[in-house]
């Protein structure tokens, strides 16, 4: 097998390794044996010494390349409260499906009944969740008019 063959298999299984161990950091040196292997079928009599010379600096330029890349365009992050349910819940405005009576009481999230505590409310009135401590929502009523103009906070 031949030099310059020889450094493209490289970059190719560096390529897939990447994909298989995702880290961003393989590709680069999958890039530097490319780019290795292309100048060795420039330079077919280039010795071995200084094809890996060639392959260090490579490695590293691309390496510095990818830093700067990521520092000008970094990847925003996902959805931070992807698997946080309670984390997600802050915020909604829901229906109390028990009166809230001293503080007591359960409130319809989505399609399932939730314990909560909060002011006094009728069943029916809309009120928004503002926190959720250990599997109990805290709720307050809603400000008026939070829904919108001419929209009433309870059935």
Do not use: C
């Amino acid at each position: 097998m031949s030099a310059p063959v020889a450094w493209l298999i490289v970059a190719v299984l560096l390529g897939i390794s990447e994909l298989a161990v995702p880290g961003v950091f393989l590709v680069f040196l999958a890039i530097a044996a490319a780019v290795t292997g292309i100048a060795v079928f420039a330079l077919p009599a280039l010795p071995l010494a200084a094809q890996l010379g060639a392959f260090a600096v490579w490695s590293a330029v691309t390496v510095l390349i990818g830093k700067r890349w990521y520092q000008d365009y970094p990847v925003e992050a996902g959805d931070s409260m992807l698997n946080d349910r309670a984390a997600r819940m802050v915020g909604e405005i829901v229906t109390v499906e028990t009166a809230i009576v001293d503080g007591h009481g359960r409130v319809m999230v989505g399609d399932g009944s939730w314990q909560a505590r909060g002011d006094d409310a009728v069943a029916g009135a809309m009120v928004q969740i503002v926190a959720v401590i250990d599997g109990i929502v805290i709720v307050e009523p809603l400000a008026i008019g939070a829904l919108g103009p001419g929209i009433s906070t309870s059935r």
